[in-house]
């Protein structure tokens, strides 16, 4: 499953893959958002949409297999 997801998040589109990365890490919005050179709205879509790309590519398994 460590694979599936680690291969998913590296066929996300740059900008997704690294909100994604530091999202996981720990990192506030607003600092993410300041990283991506845009505002913490315009982060958060990036990251919105990472999640649904990442959920469409693994399935149920996006979910811990409940789904």
């Given at each position: 499953?460590?694979?599936?997801?680690?291969?998913?998040?590296?066929?996300?589109?740059?900008?997704?893959?690294?909100?994604?990365?530091?999202?996981?890490?720990?990192?506030?919005?607003?600092?993410?958002?300041?990283?991506?050179?845009?505002?913490?709205d315009?982060?958060?879509?990036?990251?919105?949409?990472?999640?649904?790309?990442?959920?469409?590519?693994?399935?149920?398994?996006?979910?811990?297999?409940?789904?």
């Open positions: 499953a460590e694979a599936r997801l680690a291969a998913a998040v590296a066929a996300l589109p740059e900008r997704e893959r690294e909100a994604i990365t530091l999202h996981t890490q720990g990192v506030p919005l607003a600092e993410i958002a300041a990283r991506m050179g845009t505002t913490p315009a982060a958060g879509g990036v990251l919105y949409r990472a999640v649904r790309r990442l959920k469409g590519q693994l399935g149920s398994d996006a979910d811990g297999g409940q789904g």
